[in-house]
């Protein structure tokens, strides 16, 4: 039997130190990346939202992160309350209490009622944005392989998947305010088509055929990202997005079917 246990245990500094470094990039550098042509806000925080459901994600988000930051705040402090108010003293003997009924239905229900209203409110976003999507003035594909995005437009039929289609690699191109379906599938492994400014990622299976919907609202130039360990080449697994005016979109895809 160890006789040594009252001894407290201390963590080798440099140890603690790795770790700390360790959290700090884990958590720093990934956002940091995407969002170097971000404003200084978006360096620490989301990037921006640019899609029509964007806001209400980050609103779900904002009401958590309150509700939870709150409750962790008050009872971390009850708990620091606790562990000093009634620490051992000399001469003291322990106290045996049972406990408090009421108190224990109170953070039982409360809880309880938060969850429920929570998930109702989650459910409504949820059901807007993977539900039924709205109707749609495009139609694209992306099919993801290892590692590259392939992005197909219809051709002057106006039909997928037909001789005349117009295929891109990596090169997203969408007209601002207009409703995209966007059919997602793989060649070869899972990955996921993440854009991390519309606040919506899809797994890109091979095999399975799902679509999701996108309403882009800003103009501008962003990331594809996919989210998914689909092999070696997953670090560099990125695609632009570059949503545009109607007439510099069709004036693009133009410019693409000659080039191609
Ligand atoms: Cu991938």
Known sequence: MRSDWREPVRAPRAALRVFGAALGALT???????????PARARYW???AVSSYGGKVDHLFMVVLWITGIIFFLV???????????RRREGQPASYIHG???????WTVVPAIIVVMLAFSSQRVWSYIQGPPPPHQLEIEVKAEQFAWN????????????ADDIETINQLHLPVNQVVLVHVT??????????????????????????IWLQPITEGHFEIVCA?????????????????????????????????
Request: with cysteine.
């Open 76 to 86: 971390e402090g009850a708990l620091l309350y606790f562990l000093i108010r009634y």
């Open 100 to 106: 408090h009924t009421g108190v224990e239905v109170i």
């Open 46 to 48: 989301f990037p921006p």
């Open 228 to 260: 998914e360990l689909c092999g070696l080449g997953h670090y560099r697994m990125r695609g632009f997005v570059v949503i545009e005016s109607p007439e510099a979109f069709r004036a693009w895809l133009e410019q693409t079917k000659r080039a191609g």
């Open 151 to 162: 992005i197909r437009y219809a051709g002057a039929d106006g039909q997928l998947n037909t």
């Open 186 to 211: 793989s060649k070869d492994v899972i990955h996921s088509f993440f854009l991390p400014q519309f606040r919506i990622k899809r797994d890109a299976v091979p095999g399975l055929n799902t679509s």
């Open 28 to 38: 720093v550098v990934p956002t940091s990346l995407w969002a170097q042509d971000a």
